[in-house]
């Protein structure tokens, strides 16, 4: 289990979720921020904070973004392999 950033975070990136987050786990892509999966300990912090309501945990994504799972990872993933 995980938390995701998804669609209301685009164009947006407000980043208070970076401030709460104990463990450090975003990374900022082009359009929005991602949560990098293997490092969230679902402490929730980041839900809370967030503006536009854009981050859930995995398993409370609403169906018509949970594409944003996967794409938390890949994009996670690619951006870290970037740096
Ligand atoms: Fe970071 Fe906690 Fe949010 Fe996971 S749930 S991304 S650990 S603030």
């Not at 164009?11 to 949560?35: A, N, T």
């Not at 949970?66 to 994009?75: C, D, G, P, S």
Request: glycine share 4%; with cysteine.
């Amino acid at each position: 289990m995980a938390y995701v950033v998804t669609d209301p975070c685009r164009g947006v990136k407000d980043k208070s979720c970076i401030e709460v987050c104990p463990v450090d786990c975003f990374i900022e892509g082009e359009d929005q921020l991602f949560i990098i999966p293997d490092l969230c300990i679902n402490c929730g912090n980041c839900e809370s904070v967030c503006p536009v309501s854009a981050i859930f945990a995995d398993e409370d994504v609403p169906a018509k973004w949970v594409h944003y799972i996967e794409l938390n990872r890949t994009e996670s993933d690619r951006l870290l392999a970037a740096k």
